[in-house]
């Protein structure tokens, strides 16, 4: 009896609990209803510059046209949001509007992980492959690969290409030997520090040739300090070839 009891009052209160919500919701729907957009509110928060505030403002003006005066309800808020998210910059966009007659529009910007180079022109790309580009006020601080921008438009060697760098940038011991990356005539990957060439070849391998890299700064560099190699070949199986010459 105290079971079935329990179970009804259970009942009781999810019933007024979800009609005292519909409630509120018509009650909140009742006083939007007539109020109009006053103003635009935007924020692009985060450590990037890519794209501004004052950009988005007139990117959503041009699209939409007048909203200041247009019913809260009438204003469509997932076409802004779409034709935000189409901005290469921009990795999500949230708009929303609040009783006081605020529309609210807030960009988050893609974080970039290596900055493509060549002869001026280039662009970033993010850890999951999406490529942007440049910005000519706001330059981030990432590594920099130097090489034929087409190759980023591979897919599969843009992916390994930024594995390859985030495992570098993420190791506090290799991002302060390697400062910057570049492909040479040849299509060999090569890492690039202070003075010093790395020539790493294709993306096979890694674990043996981060291990060759190991033993040339462990062993062979320091006995070389006075007269030190320019060129380190880790790419063949078996051998670490240093030269003097860049």
Request: with cysteine.
């Amino acid at each position: 009896m105290k079971k079935a009891v329990s179970i009804v009052l259970s009942v009781l209160f999810f019933l007024v609990f979800f009609a005292g919500m519909g409630a509120l919701l018509y009650v909140s729907k009742t006083e939007r209803h007539g109020i109009s957009c006053k103003e635009l509110q935007v924020s692009v928060p985060g450590p990037h510059k890519f794209i501004s505030e004052d950009e988005i403002r007139a990117s959503i003006d041009n699209f939409y046209g007048i909203y200041v005066g247009q019913r809260l309800e009438d204003v469509n808020l997932e076409s802004i949001e779409q034709m935000l998210e189409k901005k290469a910059p921009v990795r999500k966009a949230e708009v929303w509007i609040t009783d006081d007659g605020m529309l609210h529009a807030v960009v988050y910007q893609r974080d970039p992980v290596l900055r493509f180079e060549h002869k001026g022109n280039g662009y970033y790309t993010d850890r999951y492959g999406n490529i942007f580009p440049l910005s000519g006020d706001y330059v981030a601080e990432v590594p920099v690969i130097s090489c034929d921008p087409k190759l980023g438009f591979d897919p599969e060697w843009l992916s390994q290409t930024i594995s390859l760098v985030r495992k570098i940038s993420g190791s506090s011991v290799w991002r302060e030997r390697i400062g910057g990356y570049a492909v040479d005539s040849n299509g060999d990957f090569v890492l690039l520090g202070e003075g010093l060439r790395i020539i790493y070849g294709d993306f096979k391998e890694s674990g043996r040739k981060f291990a060759a890299m190991e033993k040339y700064f462990g062993t062979i560099a320091p006995l070389r300090a006075a007269d030190p190699y320019h060129t380190v070949n880790v790419k063949y199986k078996g051998q670490i070839i240093c030269r003097k010459d860049l």
